[in-house]
């Protein structure tokens, strides 16, 4: 049987606050345990919530970069349930009225096409603490670090509109590229600023209904997430080949080890009692504040990726990556715009800069090679001071923190030689000391000539210690081979 | 001098008749010596006490006094004191030292006051009987066999007892009011949002309101003007200037139209306390006041609405006492559901836990709608009926309470009988209005109160009516007998 | 009315309270005598009303995105039951 597979998506953004999203307490990432939880974030008796104004305002931006209607009266609800890294017995989080109502967001098939996934809806909530199973502490227990809980995320909800993992995972680069352009989310996954629930259920191909589902939760990697969603829709299908029927569950897949396996313990008595929290009320927001934010929202990915195109007369696929996110996309306008030339900028930062970015596994904001400099690389590659195979090395010594283009160029003699008078004497050199070859040249059929330069062209690189400009060599060339004939 | 009122004190103390030290130190002699016998205080913090007094004697020396500089009083063992144990009446948190102050406490801490100590109340605040405190029921001064009604039981009878003359409490459905009444003392519960929730252990959030006691209302009036402020750690604190509300106290009522809502003069009211009522009724139209009759309809709702909305409030208020961060946690727990549910079986008494239980049904799937939503609405009816009665009265009045202090036991095992206790005051808790309670007559040797409940933000008014009946009356100035030793 | 003996379980599971068979009884007649009384809710009239959650027609304010808050982890681990290696202790979390 051909099945089809419906995919759901929600997805838990960590918002880009400096403090939590009802104390004061900062948010930074990656402090000693327990050191930025204040007597709120540890529900300490008698401490009460107070609203963190800049996350209202980051829902409200993302809700207007997905066109969606925004709650004008949102209001936050308890949602009740026990655990050690949640430390009030129940999660302050949003049901009835969300900040953020239905929404749009498009993404772009492998084909080219474009698809809308429905967004549900966007609602804020606290994040939760985080449980240790080892540590410095003894055996046998966990410990509870709660600098994290409290933290706002918004999770955003998506309609079962995805059919392929690849969807899944256009869908959440999209938002990926949404989240991190409006800076309402630094986007670092692995330091879990993004997270995925994924709800995955099957049907025979042509039926309406929907299958049961299950949910995998917590995925915090786009890699991981494609895996698992791989993994699931083959149980499922095996499963049901199997006469069986899928349980609706709640799993948990391990990227480590590629195994998911059902968390039996949340399933139980899964009964939340919201409610709405009395301690907080209704968050109001003006059209006229709305407006305010709606005005200075930074450019999005879809916007930046046309006008890349119209502006830069970059390719699809170019505009496409250069402006998946803020940072990549201010660091290729600012190279682009000092080297004057955005084509052969884009090459360079989609290609050489982005590869070698991935193999250190680090960001563009730690790049050793600022803008600056990779323009300074590119204006003299445009101008053919060095070639394509210079630049390379060049490259490598600014990454390696040499100095810029000219000084390395400079240092390490790699100027090319474009003077024609040089060139053609190099290439009567190379001529005349190599008679069989041009013998062979002269003797080969007209439409196979072509393949025979080549061996001129190493002859003559070589013979100029790489340094002859590769284009006008092989010009010259072509110009006294035909004379031959 | 501990028939001094507070007024008188602080005039004493301004005139140098006796020095904070002196009277710090005569209370808290006195309640070494007698409260044996009334059980009123948890706590008793000597030491700070009489440190605090030195300061307060310093500044009067200086002349750089603030209002109630070294006037000694108690505080409901509700209100978190950074540095002293706040137990809430809980054996869940009889070891709990908060390393923060309650807003009330900061203000009173700023105003020169001196804390003699934490007073006894009913387990988080939930009973009318004082019955339900882990440290045992505090016992009626007036008749040591009776309650002293709750759950500001402690700070009632504290005052009562002559061992402080003013004290802190709090009131959710009445816990100011009905002991105040049962007392023979003068209590106040301030408009909802009125005086700061911040440090105060919630009980039902959207209930919750700090108040003063004192014997009489101008002692209130001056606590209230120290205890009332806006507080940008409580989002619910009504940001709104405070007035001085002893400046009116002396205004001429005449022409004050005052309410009576024939829903709080039916069956089920003593008859002692109903005569007493209206005599204080007849006092007010001599002194120029026009009785109104009116009507609450809703009256009778109020207490099944109150008996959802409370414990649904507290079922969420109350699980973040899991012992995990802080307060009592069993021994040896076998695993995770164990630590949580024998430390909350064992640091909750039976009270407190059917609270819960019932908090837990009214969410749950299925009786949500049936009991919460319900209540809420019904909520909103009893709100209408006020707005409405304010519409033709400037004051509303009553009983506080049904009956005189009943004795202990008496209705230990039919909660519902307890619940009915609070009749008369639950309904102002859930339209967030101000009542206060002054007495206004004795039944077979108890004290019996005459309830005032105002509009919103009217506790200027009610006071004046207050004081201007208390300038006619001695009621609040009978002592119990046998408190003189 | 009293409540079954089950439904009491569920509860004392949701609110995470050991209750013992010795209580269960009890409890689920002193919780029922409180569910007639609640019930008297049922008659009301409320077609048409929304519910009131807040007292007062107030909207939430907004805090400054401002950190203020001092590390005090010391303090606050001072009063917990159980903490080493600057961490909360609990029994083992299975997930």
């Known amino acids: ?169 256009a869908f959440a680069k999209k938002l990926h590229s949404i989240v991190t ?49 791989r993994l699931e829709v083959e149980r499922q299908i095996d499963v049901l080949e199997d006469g069986g029927e899928v ?185 005349a000391n190599n008679q069989a070859m041009v013998d062979d040249y002269i003797n080969t059929d007209a439409d196979k000539r072509k393949k025979k330069l080549g061996g001129f062209m190493g002859q003559i690189m070589k013979a100029s210690k790489g340094q002859a400009n590769p284009q006008q060599v092989s010009q010259i060339l072509a110009q006294k081979l035909a004379k031959m004939l | 001098m501990h028939n001094f009122t507070i007024i008188e004190l602080i005039n004493g103390l301004k005139k140098k008749v006796f020095s904070s030290t002196e009277i710090t130190q005569h209370f808290l002699t006195r309640i070494k010596n007698l409260d044996s016998k009334f059980n009123s205080v948890i706590t008793l913090t000597e030491n700070q006490a009489l440190a605090a007094a030195q300061s307060a004697d310093q500044l009067l020396a200086k002349g750089e006094a603030p209002e109630l500089c070294g006037v000694p009083i108690l505080h409901k063992d509700i209100f978190c004191t950074n540095g002293v144990r706040t137990s809430c009446g809980s054996k869940m948190l009889d070891n709990f030292v908060p390393p923060y102050d309650a807003t009330v406490i900061e203000n009173f801490k700023n105003s020169g006051s001196v804390m003699l100590g934490k007073t006894n109340m009913d387990e988080f605040a939930m009973g009318s009987s004082n019955e339900t405190s882990f440290y045992g029921a505090v016992k009626n001064p007036w008749a040591t066999d009776s309650v002293p009604g709750g759950s500001s039981g402690g700070s009632a009878a504290a005052i009562a007892a002559r061992l402080a003359p003013g004290a802190t409490a709090t009131d959710t459905g009445g816990s100011i009011r009905q002991p105040a009444a049962l007392c023979g003392i003068t209590g106040l519960k301030p408009t909802y949002g009125r005086v700061s929730r911040w440090g105060m252990i919630a009980f039902a959030s959207s209930l919750d ?26 989002s619910t604190c009504i940001n709104r200037p405070v007035p001085n509300y002893s400046a009116n106290l002396n205004d001429s009522i005449k022409g004050l139209r005052i309410g009576i809502p024939k829903e709080y003069f039916s069956e089920g009211l003593n008859p002692g306390t109903e005569q ?12 120029g006041a026009e009785l109104v009759e009116i009507s609450l309809p809703n009256t009778g709702l109020s207490v099944p609405a109150y008996y959802v909305i409370a414990p649904a409030e507290a079922s969420a208020n109350l699980s973040r006492f899991d012992g995990v961060r802080y307060g009592h946690r069993c021994e040896d727990p076998k695993d995770l559901e164990d630590l949580y549910r024998r430390t909350r079986a064992e640091g909750f008494g039976d009270e407190v836990q059917r609270r819960i239980l019932i908090g837990t049904y009214c969410l749950s799937a299925g009786y949500y709608d049936a009991y919460y939503g319900k209540a809420q609405q019904v909520r909103q009816l009893i709100r209408q009926d006020f707005v409405q009665a304010f519409e033709k009265v400037d004051l509303i009045m009553g009983p506080t309470c049904p009956s005189p202090a009943f004795i202990f036991g008496a209705k230990g095992n039919d909660p519902v009988a307890m619940y009915l206790e609070d009749i008369y005051t639950i309904s102002t808790n859930l339209a967030g209005l101000p009542g206060m309670s002054l007495p206004c007559g004795m039944v077979d040797s108890k004290p019996v109160g005459l309830q005032i409940i105002g509009n919103y933000f009217d506790e200027a008014r009610m006071l004046n009516a207050a004081h201007q009946f208390q300038q006619v009356t001695d009621w609040h100035q009978q002592a119990p007998a046998g408190i003189e030793s | 009315m009293s409540i079954e003996k089950q439904t009491i379980e569920n509860l004392a599971t949701l609110a995470r309270l050991a209750i013992d068979d010795t209580r269960v009884e009890e409890m689920s007649q002193r919780l029922g005598s409180v569910l007639e009384l609640v019930d008297q809710l049922k008659a009301a009239d409320t077609s048409g009303l929304s519910g009131l959650d807040h007292p007062l027609n107030e909207t939430q304010r907004l805090r400054e995105d401002t950190v203020n808050k001092p590390n005090m982890r010391e303090a606050f681990q001072a009063i917990a039951p159980d903490t080493e290696g600057d961490l909360y202790l609990v029994p083992k979390v299975i997930d």
């Open chain 2, 209 to 234: 309101q700090g108040g003063p006691m004192a014997r009489t209302a101008e002692d209130c009036a001056l606590l209230l003007n120290c205890m009332a402020s806006y507080d940008d750690k409580d």
């Open chain 1, 181 to 229: 352009s409006l800076g309402i989310c630094d986007g670092e996954m692995s330091q879990g600023s993004m997270r995925f629930d994924v709800n995955i259920s099957i049907r025979p191909q042509g039926e309406d209904k929907l299958g049961t589902r299950t949910e995998t939760k917590n995925l915090n990697s786009f890699k991981f997430m494609e895996d698992a969603i």
């Open chain 2, 276 to 287: 007493a009522v209206r005599n204080s009724l007849a006092e007010y139209e001599k002194l």
């Open chain 1, 247 to 431: 349980v609706q569950e709640t799993r948990l897949y391990n990227g480590e080890t590629k195994v998911a396996r059902s968390m039996r313990s949340k399933e139980e008595a899964n009964d939340y009692r919201y409610f709405p929290c009395p301690d907080l009320l209704p968050v109001v927001i003006s059209d006229e504040h709305v407006e305010q934010l709606r005005a200075n929202l930074p450019e999005l990915p879809d916007a930046r990726q046309q006008r890349f195109m119209a502006e830069y007369e970059l390719s699809q696929y170019d505009a496409t990556v250069l402006s998946a996110d803020a940072s990549t996309a201010s660091y290729f306008e600012q190279a682009a715009k000092q080297s004057g030339n955005p084509k052969l900028t884009a090459n360079w930062v989609a290609g050489e800069l982005s590869a070698r970015l991935n193999i250190e596994a680090i960001s563009l904001e730690q790049s050793p090679v600022t803008a600056e400099q990779l323009a300074g690389l590119v204006i003299r590659i445009a101008d053919n001071t060095i070639s394509g195979k210079m630049a390379k090395q060049v490259f490598e010594g600014i990454w390696n923190g040499e100095g810029d283009a000219d000084q390395i160029i400079e240092q390490r003699g790699l100027k090319q030689v474009s003077d024609s008078g040089a060139l053609e004497a190099m290439v009567d050199e190379v001529l």
């Open chain 1, 1 to 169: 049987m051909n099945w089809e597979t419906v995919i759901g998506l929600e997805v838990h953004v960590q918002l880009a606050t400096k403090t939590k999203i009802f104390s004061a307490a900062s948010t930074a990432f990656g402090a000693a345990p327990n050191t930025q939880a204040c007597e709120i974030d540890l529900a300490m008796p008698g401490t009460l919530p107070v609203v963190n104004k800049q996350a209202i305002d980051y829902a409200v931006m993302f809700g207007l970069a997905i066109d969606a209607e925004i709650g004008k009266t949102s209001v936050f609800e308890r949602k009740n349930y026990f655990y050690p890294d949640l430390p009030k017995g129940y999660q302050t989080t949003q049901l009835e009225q969300p900040v953020v109502g239905p929404g749009v967001v498009d993404i772009q098939l492998d084909n080219g096409d474009t698809k809308s996934i429905r967004i549900h809806h966007a609602h804020l909530e606290e994040d939760a603490g985080k449980s240790l199973h080892e540590g410095n502490f003894r055996s046998g227990v966990s410990g509870i670090d709660l600098n994290r809980a409290g933290t706002p995320l918004i999770e955003i909800v998506s309609e079962p509109d995805m059919r392929t993992a690849e969807e899944a995972v």
